[in-house]
T-cell receptor, first 115, second 112 residues
């Protein structure tokens, strides 16, 4: 999985509790992303980062926050978990290529269940 | 909203046959990419085709892009059981840029 790890790999939590997922890369790529994957929706972008302390919202950012204090780490926090946030979360990284094309490399995923 | 829509949603073939899946998208793009996802795993990049290219090959993979129809196809020749996976197209925005928009995927099953 291209030097990308996610932790934890599985988590069960209760509604209303905060949850933090961690993505760690060893590739020194500039861009990092958090997606969620749900049946029938494919992958949807939650937040992404284009450098240390530089982040931006994606398509489904409500209820999520992120932080990137080091190039290698990108944290996703569910401030108060809800059942609708039960999903599989993927981290991805990319680096700039020629002509504006960016291939992404994905971590193994975190399966989160909110009860 | 999804930029890419794959067709069919599911495909079942016999080993040795060719598999074709299609992707349609809505707005102009810089490039289109195909990814594979094995069950319970992360996505793996397969191939990238730029908007000024019409066809690209990589091993048993052949990708075509028709920007006038806003569509792409992925052909896997001589399929193997190991090709069983979900396949996603993803589009890169016109003008370049790091954000990709993924489709909902085609589930391919290759039977022995």
């Amino acid at each position: 999985d291209a030097g990308i790890t996610q932790s934890p790999r599985h988590k069960v939590t209760e509604t209303g509790t905060p949850v933090t997922l961690r993505c760690h890369q060893t590739e020194n790529h500039r861009y990092m992303y958090w997606y969620r994957q749900d049946p029938g929706h494919g992958l949807r972008l939650i937040h992404y980062s284009y450098g240390v302390k530089d982040t931006d919202k994606g398509e489904v950012s409500d209820g999520y926050s992120v932080s990137r204090s080091k190039t290698e780490d990108f944290l996703l926090t569910l401030e108060s978990a809800t059942s609708s946030q039960t999903s599989v979360y993927f981290c991805a990284i990319s680096e700039s290529r020629s002509q504006g094309a960016y291939e992404q490399y994905f971590g193994p995923g975190t399966r989160l269940t909110v009860t | 909203s999804q930029q890419g829509e794959e067709d069919p949603q599911a495909l079942s073939i016999q080993e040795g046959e060719n598999a074709t899946m299609n992707c349609s998208y809505k707005t102009s793009i810089n490039n289109l990419q195909w990814y594979r996802q094995n069950s319970g795993r992360g996505l793996v990049h397969l191939i990238l085709i730029r908007s000024n290219e019409r066809e690209k090959h990589s091993g048993r993979l052949r990708v075509t892009l028709d920007t006038s129809k806003k569509s792409s196809s992925l052909l896997i020749t001589a399929s193997r059981a190991a090709d069983t996976a979900s396949y996603f197209c993803a589009t890169g925005p016109t003008g370049g840029g790091n954000k990709l928009t993924f489709g909902t995927g085609t589930q391919l099953k290759v039977e022995l």
